[in-house]
């Protein structure tokens, strides 16, 4: 994202490794309309997600703990930064059938 970070991820959250609301890793995350970041991270989160992403890609994409980016995401789903849509029910046998087709489609 902006250059190097001088600082290590989980004071970026003041320590904090939980959220108030459970993100699964495949939950997605997009950029709110207007949504502009109070922080570095948080304006660096709000960029990456103009493209919706997973909060796993986040992760990744931020070079950061899967634990920073869930409490990174959180944080700024509770400033209306950015909109969360839960995934599909991983145990709803259409969604099973849908992983499967994309299996086969490799």
Request: a neutral charge; one cysteine or more; charged letters at 25%.
């Amino acid at each position: 994202m902006s250059g190097p970070r001088m600082v290590r991820p989980f004071a970026l959250v003041r320590g904090r490794t939980t959220t108030a609301v459970p993100l699964a890793l495949e939950s997605l995350v997009s950029s709110a309309p207007g949504g502009i970041g109070t922080t570095r991270e948080l304006r660096d989160l709000v960029r990456l997600c103009r493209t919706t992403r997973s909060v796993a890609e986040v992760s990744a994409l931020m070079s950061l703990p899967l634990a920073v980016a869930k409490v990174l995401v959180s944080d700024a789903r509770d400033a209306r930064l950015v909109d969360l849509t839960s995934p599909a029910d991983a145990s709803s046998e259409s969604y099973l059938e849908e992983v499967l087709d994309a299996f086969r489609a490799f």
